[in-house]
């Protein structure tokens, strides 16, 4: 484990208990503490800061040696942990058995492969709101041209070119356009929304391939294959961010955008880039979506939204706290499907989704903030 | 006996922890006088006016009268009130609100009975203010929008609006540094009617020229003290230099140094222009050390950026005979140019992340091995940079926010350092860092050229340029106007040629 942090999280640890950690909220008062433009103009206001800056590190050598239960950055684990052991007690006969396990499982690959799609434009700094219109279209695409005949593979190339597609037009219009990404892509999912009636005419469809739905469906070892193609696509999006150079230049730029481009990166084509991956993953994501429900409708899509968001937000306070990752990311998915079937198999109303994964969020990354202002 | 002075600062100190910035300073501005307030970088004008505007504190014993009524110190907003006015520097203007609202956010809206803000009222209230000031602007375009003469007429509407009460001190803070010359006439005529008003004017400037144009008296600071105050009239311009470095010019008449054996040319610079900028040539030879020396507005500013393409430029940049593609900051850095651009927080620091990651990201690259980053060998690589650079503290994966402006700024110099560029740019390389940093830093600087990297310095520091440039090139109006070669580079010659009196310090 991580023995060599800071002091402060040291300090920080022993104060909270629960959910804890920097959040990715924490750029506000941060901002407070560096110094103004108009003072780092001024030596002397610097050189003071300078002094003082130092301080805090001093006694660091003797103070950091404290065991390290890492509440800063694991703090999801034991809570998940802790929701496991309670739901036992609660829940005995439903609860702790492997088929719960594999339902829960199986159930989240969808949102999960979603919040991992757009962990690499919110690394960049750029939103991407339009991924849930895209997972509706390709999923639509799929429906229509199989129910056209067209075999699996054709159809499924084809939602998910259309997912690239599409990110290459949300690409050109932050990019190139220069409209703000919130804008673009909120414009670009109700453009989607769109596309979803017209394809689908309004209708359902569920004349898919055989095949292709045994696919979406036959458990391997107990676990639906989606959960497999989430798993495989969390490997490549946690290499290409943590093991490969782009990775670098994603955080770089969300990080500091002009910075990253006066160090040579080439920030424009990082953001292109990043949308076109997280409407990609999209694309790929509706695809097993399709296989999964065997049916296309209009009204699938905007659902996913929220909870993807709420769960790449939560999990940047987790392992790497203050940046958006892909293993708290999962951390976060999971430990609100915990938390929600629990409460769900304890008799909780159906309502109780939305409420506990909105009051997770907002704790979470409250409890995050605090901690981080302390520090 | 004189009438009531308009301003009157007695006692006046303030010291930055073991630094004293002002010290004991007296000044008084009499109504209806335009007063210059001049002295070298640091020599504490700026602290006096953001004392003044309650931005400071200053230390206890000082005292500040405006129409002889006592001044609550250290209050932001109370000079507003009894009269003191200010256009700063950066005119303070909200750039995305029009004229008419950074207007109303000194005053207030003129509302209607209803209570609501009467917009024709109100629109036809501004364009009146700055048609009295002779300018005709549409009140209703963003200040963004608007060219600097515009925005500087509007900063100066607003520090003039009558509000609760009228104006009786008008402070301008290098008002000209940007503006083309005829704004600049016209600009001092509108001072000259503020003045025939009653107002006093204290008007600071680095521009001597312009002290000698438009004020009555001047007064001198120098290291944080009051030195003279004195009429213009029977000043010359060598005399106003020599009161504010504190002597006269010296004329050295050492021999020349036998010229300093350097390597080829590495860096050729033909006919660049950018904003100000026009058309400067610059040569570089590997090994050499360069100064670039200007004031603000001068095109010093804008110099490294446009070298290294991080704003648009004209004009053919070189390295190692090979043309850099402008406005590529990618291809400057393939091309073997580095740059540590000023403002650290803004242009080069990612604040959220590790040493390691601020030191690597140029080329990340380097680190692969069978395709992936090799974590374990970046970490080391980098190490080894923050500790040559003496780095406190030297561990990789802290965060940069954690550590002093000092040591920020170093791990900019080994993000650039570790990539031995043929040319290493250094914007202001040591704005806002400590004395024993700054020490470290130039050291550094020496070293890379002693390893054979030609180095560009530009800095406001002028004992900077001194202690590492073989020759300094000054900037004067977007064009190189002099250059001091060793040994007749001292900080009083730059500021003298870079305010462009005391043409001796040619040399």
């Known amino acids: 484990m991580n023995a060599d942090r800071d002091s402060s999280r040291a300090e920080r640890r022993e104060e909270s208990a629960g959910i804890a950690g920097d959040a990715i909220m924490t750029s506000s008062p941060d901002l407070e503490s560096q110094p103004s433009a108009a003072e780092a103009a001024n030596p002397v206001v610097e050189a003071d800061r300078g002094v003082s800056g130092l301080e805090p590190h001093a006694g660091e050598g003797r103070k950091r040696r404290r065991i390290n239960l890492g509440m800063d950055r694991f703090s999801g684990l034991y809570v998940w942990a802790a929701l496991i052991i309670l739901f036992s007690f609660w829940v005995p006969d439903t609860f702790p058995t492997s088929d719960n396990a594999k339902i829960i499982a199986g159930d989240q690959a969808i949102t999960a492969m979603l919040a991992l799609g757009i962990i690499i434009p919110l690394a960049a700094g750029v939103f991407d709101l339009s991924f849930a219109g895209v997972l509706g279209v390709s999923v639509a695409i799929v429906g229509y041209l199989q129910s056209n005949g067209w075999n699996v593979w054709l159809s499924a190339a084809a939602a998910i070119a259309a997912g690239a597609f599409i990110g290459c037009a949300n690409g050109f219009i932050v990019v190139q356009l220069r409209v703000n990404s919130f804008i673009a892509t909120l414009g670009m999912s109700s453009l989607l929304v769109a596309a979803e009636f017209w394809i689908t005419d309004g209708k359902q469809i569920t004349e898919f391939n055989s095949t292709f739905l045994d696919l979406g469906t036959k458990p391997i070892l107990g676990i639906p294959l989606p959960f497999y193609v989430m798993i495989v696509l969390a490997i490549i999006i946690y290499i290409i961010i943590e093991y490969l150079p782009i990775g670098r230049y994603l955080y770089a730029s969300g990080g500091n955008a002009q910075a990253a481009r006066l160090a040579g990166v080439r920030v424009n084509n990082v953001v292109f880039g990043s949308l076109v991956a997280s409407a990609f993953t999209a694309g790929v994501t509706g695809v097993v979506l399709a296989a999964r429900i065997g049916t296309a409708s209009p009204e699938i899509g905007p659902s996913y939204l929220l909870p993807a968001f709420s769960a790449v937000f939560l999990g940047s306070t987790q392992i790497k706290p203050g940046r958006v990752n892909v293993i708290g990311t999962l951390v976060a998915v999971y430990l609100l499907a915990t938390g929600v079937k629990g409460l769900q198999l304890a008799g909780a109303p159906s309502y109780i989704n939305d409420l506990f994964n909105g009051a997770a969020l907002i704790i979470a990354v409250a409890l995050a903030a605090r901690s981080a202002r302390r520090a | ?507």
């Open chain 2, 1 to 507: 006996m004189p009438e009531t002075p308009a301003l009157q600062i007695r006692g006046l100190s303030k010291t930055f922890t073991g630094q004293r910035a002002l010290i004991d300073l007296d000044l008084e501005l009499q109504p209806g006088e335009i007063r210059a307030l001049v002295g070298q970088n640091g020599c504490g004008k700026s602290t006096m006016i953001k004392v003044l505007a309650g931005y400071h504190d200053p230390d206890p014993g000082a005292e500040v009268f405006v129409d002889g009524e006592p001044l609550a110190l250290g209050v932001a907003g109370a000079g507003d009130h009894a009269g003191l006015r200010f256009v700063h520097q950066d005119l303070g203007l909200v750039p995305t609100l029009d004229a008419l609202d950074n207007l109303a956010m000194g005053h207030g809206y003129e509302r209607n009975r209803l209570g609501l803000i009467s917009w024709r009222r109100e629109a036809r209230l501004t364009r009146k203010t700055l048609r009295d000031l002779g300018y005709d602007i549409d009140v209703r375009q963003p200040t963004g929008h608007l060219v600097i003469s515009e925005r500087t007429a509007i900063a100066l509407a607003r520090a003039l609006s009558p509000r609760s009460t009228p104006p009786r001190v008008l402070v301008l803070d290098e008002p000209t540094a940007n503006l083309p010359a005829a704004e600049i006439e016209r600009l001092f005529g509108v001072v000259r009617s503020v003045r025939d008003r009653g107002v006093s004017v204290l008007f600071v400037s680095h521009h001597i020229d312009e002290v000698f144009t438009l004020c009555d008296n001047v007064t001198v600071l120098r290291d944080g003290r009051h030195i003279i105050t004195r009429p213009v009239e029977g000043l010359d311009e060598d005399a106003l230099i020599a009161l504010m470095i504190g002597r006269k010019l010296e004329q050295f008449d050492m021999p020349e140094s036998a010229s300093e054996t350097h390597g080829e040319t590495v860096l050729q610079v033909r006919g660049l222009r950018t904003g100000v900028l026009q058309g400067v040539d610059l040569e570089l030879q590997a090994g050499e050390v360069i100064g670039i020396a200007g004031i603000t507005g001068s095109g010093r500013e804008e110099i490294a950026l446009a070298l290294f393409g991080g704003v648009p430029r004209q004009g053919e940049v070189r390295v190692a005979g090979k043309l850099v593609q402008p406005y590529r900051p990618d291809k400057a850095v393939s091309a073997g140019l580095g740059l540590v651009p000023a403002e650290r927080h803004a242009n080069a620091a990612f604040m959220e992340s590790t040493l390691r990651e601020n030191v690597s990201i140029v080329s990340p690259q380097d680190f692969l091995r069978r395709g992936l980053l090799n974590r374990r060998r970046e970490t080391s690589v980098v190490r080894s940079w923050l500790e040559k650079l003496r780095v406190k503290p030297p561990e990789p994966e802290r965060l940069l926010a954690t550590l002093s402006g000092g040591n920020q700024q170093k791990v900019m110099l080994a993000r650039w350092m570790r990539q031995k560029p043929a040319v290493l740019v250094l914007d202001e390389p040591t704005q806002g860092v400590d004395v024993g940093a700054k020490a470290d830093i130039h050291t550094l600087v020496e070293e890379a050229a002693a390893e054979g990297a030609a180095v560009l310095v530009v800095s406001t520091d002028h004992g900077e340029l001194t202690r590492l440039a073989e020759r300094v090139l000054v900037l004067r109006g977007g064009r190189f106007a002099d250059e001091l070669r060793r040994p007749h580079i001292d900080p009083d010659r730059i500021t003298a040629a870079t305010i462009g009196a005391g043409q001796g310090a040619a040399a």
